[in-house]
């Protein structure tokens, strides 16, 4: 490839200078506000769900401060029933299910593509808008009241507490049409906004996965919102829907709830899968074992997702032959979990490993998505889940699949294309001291929890007896070495904005479109031609064939009949 002092020579450079990038190009604060661009909008859902994490994960650490010692602290019941309420809403709604797609989806699925922009740029500011209202408003139900419902809304008893249920119920039903507009958004952007020679089977496997959350947005989101409509005219106007008291029932309510909640866990943890592939590929110098077999499991998984919601009520009384088939089925959506997971090590097999902070979070995803997947099936489990169901054993699990799956995707992916959104380097030992500290504080808070469920401790109790007094105390003292670590990452990355290097155009030798820029940050209109595909992604090896393709160079030893430097816009 060749030196950015050549490319800037070049009238192509020249133009990109003098154009500035995506984030140089205009600097005024209406012209992100109201940016059409999908980088910019990428980046104010960043800066968004930031905020959410943060208020999410201090209320996670209050409620693990109150679980360190039996009996009351400084939490009331009422206040810790609140404590985690909040953390659950906060974290699901607010961050884990927007953050992947919203942020890293919006920034790379055009450059992935090898698009300009999104298919409808105008609905794509629209659904980060309804987002932000949704926040919001979960905000205002955080000053108006108490919200102890936990993040699911059951019912009775949401359909009995404070009033502050209507603000969240609204919250959720705004938030849940951004899901619909940008699954849609990406959707159509998939099918129709592909460059020449972009064929299903060159896509990059995040694409794959953006595209299969977006189904899955389309399809469970709708019924979510019908769900919290009917809960919102039930309290409004009392009106007998789930409340047995008025005529309804709650069991309805949580098929309602669930059809759409465990496919949301699809939402939250197939954008990870995408993520994982990307670094195990580019840090291992490897082309993807089993390309299509991991792209076509992210769409089983969506699929198979929408048929297992009743392994949720196994002792909410439905018939025996109802749960037998839901535990079948929950066995066999572990079929494409497991495909990916082996494809993975598979492609790490005599690779060129390096083992950047990228490639750390991407290790710790494999080792703690495992941990996951084996709790899930454990649950799904007829005999075990009597057991173990409402207690920390399901919570532990559930963090395992949430924070060791998503998060550390995020994580990771964050860090992996941090020079290509930023156009700065951070510390690579400070970012892999974070990566440490946050994989020892998350299995040291986390797997207790498993230990402390299977041993019958229940959930959502703020006291317990004093024989689990010192798994307690692990749990939080684990969750404040995670703390800490998450705190370093923030804080190495922001000193990186100001104080960073310089990045190159790759810094890492990735193989994918949105590597081939003359610089680290990719200009307003991200290509200035349409790039002409001609093989498929992770094919290290032709790099310069890729960038060339790109920036209408001639490639290395191109032959006659691949016309590269087509004019294609």
């Known amino acids: 490839m060749t030196e950015d002092k050549d490319r800037n020579e070049t009238p ?23 940016s059409l661009d999908h980088k910019r909008i990428g980046m104010l859902y960043a800066v968004t769900v930031a905020i959410a994490f943060l208020l999410g994960g201090v209320f996670a650490l209050l409620v693990r ?75 205002v139900a955080m000053v108006a009241g108490s919200v102890d419902t936990g993040w699911t809304f059951y019912t009775p008893y949401s359909a009995r507490t404070g009033p502050s249920v209507l603000f969240l ?79 309804g029932d709650p069991i309805l309510f949580q098929h309602f709830f669930w059809f759409y909640s465990h496919p949301a866990v699809y939402i939250m943890i197939l954008p990870g899968f995408g993520i994982v592939s990307e670094l195990i590929a580019t840090f291992s110098r490897q082309r993807i074992y089993g390309y299509m077999a991991i792209a076509l499991s992210s ?52 690779g060129s490993i390096s083992f950047k902070t990228p490639m750390l979070y991407a290790l710790s995803f494999l080792v703690l998505f495992t941990i996951g997947g084996v709790t899930g099936i454990m649950v799904g489990v007829l005999a075990v889940d009597v057991h173990l169901h409402d207690t920390y054993y399901v919570v532990g699990h559930f963090h395992y699949v949430m924070v060791g799956g998503t998060t550390i995707a995020l994580l990771g992916g964050l860090h992996y294309w941090w020079p290509k959104i930023t156009g700065r380097l951070y510390s690579e030992a400070a970012g892999r001291l974070a990566a440490l500290l946050v994989f020892v504080g998350l299995n040291l808070t986390f797997f207790t929890q498993l230990v402390m469920g299977s041993r019958g401790m229940p959930r959502r109790y703020n006291d317990y007896l004093p024989e689990f007094t010192f798994l307690h105390q692990l749990s939080t003292v684990g969750s404040w070495i995670m703390g800490a670590g998450l705190f370093l990452v923030a804080i190495y990355l922001l000193v990186s904005l100001f104080r960073g290097k310089k990045a190159g155009a790759n810094p890492w ?32 090896d032709r790099i310069p064939e890729l960038v060339a393709a790109h920036r209408d160079e001639p ?15």
Do not use: C
């Open 509 to 540: 030798g990735g193989a994918t479109l949105e590597w081939t820029h003359t610089g680290p940050r990719p200009d307003p209109h991200n290509f200035h031609r349409t790039p002409f595909v001609t093989r498929g992604p992770y094919e290290f």
């Open 65 to 139: 401060a109150e679980l360190l010692s039996p009996g009351e602290d400084f939490l009331s019941a009422q206040s810790y029933n609140q404590m985690f309420s909040l953390h659950g809403i906060v974290m699901v709604f607010g961050f884990i299910i927007p953050a992947i797609p919203g942020f890293l989806g919006n920034f790379l699925l055009p450059l992935h593509l090898g698009a300009k922009d999104v298919a409808f740029p105008r609905l794509n500011l629209a659904s980060y808008y309804l987002y932000l209202l949704g926040v919001a408003l979960i905000l």
């Open 299 to 350: 769409v089983a998984i969506a699929l198979l997702g929408f048929l297992v919601w009743g392994h949720h009520m196994f002792v909410a009384g439905q018939s025996v032959v109802s749960s037998v088939i839901f535990s079948l089925i929950t066995y066999l959506i572990g079929i494409p979990s497991g495909i990916k997971v082996f494809n993975w090590i598979a492609t790490m097999y005599k």
């Open 169 to 247: 119920t609204m919250a959720v039903f705004i938030a849940g049409f951004a899901s619909i507009f940008t699954g849609i958004n990406f959707i159509v952007t998939v099918h129709k906004m592909r460059a020449p020679g972009m064929t299903w089977n060159r896509l990059p496997l995040f694409v794959w996965s953006i595209y299969s959350t977006s189904i899955v947005q389309v399809l469970a989101t709708p019924v979510l919102g019908i769900t919290v409509l009917l809960l919102f005219l039930e309290r409004l106007l009392h009106i007998g829907i789930f409340d047995p008291a008025l005529g």
């Open 12 to 34: 192509q450079g020249q133009a990109a200078e003098e154009r500035g990038d995506y984030v140089t190009h205009a600097k005024s604060i209406g012209s992100w506000l109201f």
């Open 555 to 569: 490639p290395p030893d191109a032959q006659p009949d691949v016309h590269l430097n087509q004019d294609r816009t």
